[in-house]
């Protein structure tokens, strides 16, 4: 993977007054495992993509942090944001398939609580500077962070510029510089704080590059990689290669030289034929029914959209779809978008 993407640079123009408080909390060993944890969802690890670097998770959660500190001032808040992936396993949310929830894609974050409680690094730092654990354990109470669907919030926001870039190229860092600067805590309809545009032209940029991306995740190709390493995870954890509670400790690039060398020998025919496929897949096909001799899924999976409030001239806020027919044609356009009923891939 080669790119130009200079996520230190990418960072500070998300956040250019860095909170130094949290250096102390990204030494947290708890914290530092993700940083083996792509925010890709396993795709980094297979020819079928083509990303052009590697994001983790920890730098997805600083992203997060630094906007939400950007906005609020809020340490504690900002710290929720760091924390908010903490319960994220090994190929993220490929777990989630294998616990057969690709449409809410939920299943691994009700950990988070648990293991904040747990960890005594963190504890005891939190307890150090006065934080209680229940004022940072669950992000989805303080709404810069976190959301419904289809606000925009800061774990939205930093999630699809990364993407974007490493999946498409959609996003250089000197256009995130200006789609960013764009950005302000406005209210939404319920009066709450949202994050939102005070250009639309930049809202539409976002909305459009954003629904871009969300295609690419309902594809059948990414259903395809996701449930298929999905599936080599359960079998490697039927034959005791490894156990569920590795992907919390081992990283993505260790657990892949494993399972390469696991393959290579060929203890087991059905592990070696579902790796083997993953590693070398270029191509998915299209297909009403499931092909012979191929790889096939069929799934509904979670749809990742925003319809960002948009900042008027009377100064109030409204959603992107009630000012702009161009966005709310792309935000139909990406609801009504369905790809082949069976995506397959050729056996290895």
């Known amino acids: 993977m080669k790119s130009n993407f200079d996520i230190e640079k990418y960072h500070s123009i998300l956040c250019p007054d860095y909170p130094d408080f949290l250096d102390s909390y990204l030494r947290v060993l708890l914290i530092q495992r993700l940083s083996g944890v792509g925010l890709l969802c396993g795709t980094d690890w297979t020819p079928l993509f083509h990303n052009k670097f590697f994001y983790s998770r920890l730098n997805h959660s600083i992203g997060v942090a630094l906007i939400v500190w950007n906005f609020t001032h809020d340490k504690k ?141 309902q594809k059948n190709e990414d259903k395809v990689a996701m449930q298929l390493m999905a599936d080599i995870l359960s079998r490697a954890i039927e034959l005791h290669y490894i156990m569920e509670e590795d992907l919390y400790f081992m990283d993505e690039s260790y657990l892949i030289r494993k399972f390469d060398n696991i393959a290579r020998r060929r203890l ?26 191929a790889y096939c899924v069929s799934l509904n999976v979670k749809k990742r959209y925003v319809n960002p409030l948009v900042k008027n001239s009377s100064g109030t806020a409204e959603r992107l779809s009630d000012v702009s027919k161009e966005g709310r044609e792309c935000i139909d356009d990406f609801l009504n978008f369905k790809d082949s009923r069976y995506g397959c891939v050729y056996w290895a």
């Open 77 to 217: 808040q900002t710290l929720a944001g760091l924390v908010h992936d903490i319960a994220t396993p090994a190929f993220s949310h490929v777990v989630d398939f294998m616990n057969g929830d690709a449409s809410t894609q939920e299943s691994t974050e009700a950990s988070t609580k648990k293991i904040i409680n747990e960890d005594i690094e963190l504890s005891e730092l939190l307890f150090s500077q006065g934080i209680y654990k229940y004022e940072i354990d669950d992000y989805h109470k303080y709404p810069i962070a976190d959301n419904e669907v289809p606000g925009l919030s800061a774990d939205r926001l930093e999630y699809m510029y990364p993407s974007g870039a490493a999946l498409e190229g959609v996003w250089t860092i000197e256009e995130i510089a200006g789609n960013y600067s764009q950005i302000a805590v406005l209210k939404n309809e319920k009066g709450c704080d949202e994050l939102g545009f005070v250009s639309l032209e930049a809202a539409l940029e976002y909305t459009e590059k954003f629904c871009r991306i969300s295609r690419i995740l």
């Open 268 to 293: 087991d025919a059905e592990f070696t034929k579902l790796y083997s496929t993953f590693r070398t897949m270029k191509e998915v096909v299209g297909s009403d029914t499931p092909i012979s001799g």
